[in-house]
């Protein structure tokens, strides 16, 4: 029964954590610009998603260490430094974007402008990082993501076109925009593959004391958790194709172009469902890349660390959340374009992909780390396959998105 209950409890993170403003910005983007043919990039993404959150809860409940142990372990701190200072400043793009987005789910609940907010969204993130304790924060918030479900009642309720939707699986050349629509589905891979994903996993099962017998309950949250992440995701880009571009909008460059969306289903009250939707996903999101900061750097320099512990056990840890948190609200309080921001950082994302990806695989076909339980070929050839796409996608198309391009 317990484990059944890690199980439940854990999908639900799952979802919690995978739905985020990356997920829901770069699937309404490809919705509205491209209909539903994007999907297979939503599809790519997911599945290697739950390879990579399923090795690397083995890792951790095999091992007894998180990924970012084990890389400066296997390979030296020198080594670790590139795949550290990468992730560090990448997440803190994302952790940026997540505030925009808190603050813009409050702007467009009171009307008051985002950037007045962003600080009010960074405080209450860290007051409950400071006070809170991980099961908390990895299971409460969560549960409350699962509001983000009206999509999926949306999408099926708007009766959208079955053989579309599975051609729209399968990848396709672009009928029109080339560059943007690489450009976006290097997005929806990058949101999709985030790396804070399964480093915050890994720190998450060893906070938990996650232990070989735990290795089927991961499988499970895993492939249901991500899966039904992914499902939602897809269901936003289905209501942005058949509400946002039969409205005329066929090029999101705003967050105010979406609180629509849920209309055509639940009346005014999908008005209210998507700012929900919006502000508890992206505020969940920002408690876990607060955490993931700071165990990257706690467990990067040998500091002690754990959410559980109080704050003068391991002031590093709480220092490092503290700082993170701060310095992601000051690009939003600027008036930073928190929408720019996620595509961007998402995409930038996906390039970076390998410097974390490739030391992780190098550890899960190491003995010394997982014994008789490291990865088969399917596991390593999937996983190297789509992170390579996404990379090599990503160095091509970023530059013409930048400076223009077809």
């Known amino acids: 029964m317990k484990k059944i209950l890690e199980i439940s409890l854990g999908i639900v993170t799952s979802v919690g954590g995978f739905l985020e403003i990356g997920s829901l910005a770069t699937a309404a983007q490809a919705g509205s610009a491209f209909g539903f043919q994007l999907i297979w990039a939503i599809v790519l993404g997911t599945i290697c998603i739950i390879f990579l959150v399923e090795m690397a809860g083995r890792f951790a409940a095999v091992s007894g260490h998180t990924i970012s142990d084990g890389i400066r372990e296997r ?28 603050a813009i789910a409050l702007e467009l609940a009171t009307g008051i402008t985002f950037q007045w907010w962003a600080p009010a969204v960074a405080f209450l993130a860290w007051l409950l990082l400071w006070k809170g304790t991980f099961g908390f924060i990895e299971k409460g918030v969560s549960i409350l993501g699962l509001v983000t479900f009206c999509f999926v009642i949306a999408a099926v309720l708007l009766k959208p076109n079955v053989k579309l939707l599975a051609l729209g699986a399968l990848p396709s050349m672009p009928q029109h925009d080339h560059a943007s629509y690489w450009f976006t589905a290097v997005s929806i891979l990058g949101a999709s593959i985030s790396p804070y994903l ?15 017998t ?63 939707s919006l502000g ?10 607060g955490l993931q900061q700071a165990y990257l750097i706690a467990q990067g320099l040998g500091w002690n660390w754990g959410e559980d512990r109080k704050p003068s056990e391991d002031p590093g840890f709480s220092a490092a959340y503290t700082l993170a948190l701060l310095l992601a609200a000051i690009p939003i309080i600027l008036g930073f374009a ?31 780390y997982v014994g008789k339980h490291g990865n088969g070929t399917v596991s390593n050839s999937a996983v190297v396959l789509i992170i390579l796409l996404g990379s090599i996608l990503a160095i091509v198309t970023i530059p013409l998105e930048l400076f223009g391009g077809t």
């Open 75 to 102: 390979f030296g701190l020198t080594f670790f430094l590139l795949p550290f200072l990468s992730t560090l400043l990448l997440n803190l793009m994302v952790l940026a974007a997540e505030i925009g987005g808190g």
């Open 198 to 212: 399964f480093l915050f996993y890994s720190s998450g099962a060893v906070e938990d004391a996650w232990d070989e």
């Open 214 to 276: 735990y290795l089927g309950t991961n499988r499970a949250i895993a492939g249901l958790g991500m899966s039904f992440g992914g499902t939602i995701s897809i269901a936003v880009l289905i209501v942005a194709a058949l509400v946002l571009a039969r409205n005329g909008v066929d090029q999101v460059t705003d967050y105010h172009q979406l609180p629509t969306m849920l209309v055509p289903v639940f009346g005014r009250s999908g008005y209210w469902l998507f700012v929900a």
């Open 280 to 289: 508890i996903a992206c505020f969940g999101a920002i408690l876990e890349l």
């Open 338 to 368: 928190p929408l720019k921001l996620t595509i961007l950082s998402m995409a930038l994302t996906a390039a970076t992909l390998p410097l974390t990806v490739v030391p992780f695989l190098f550890l899960m076909n190491d003995e010394r």
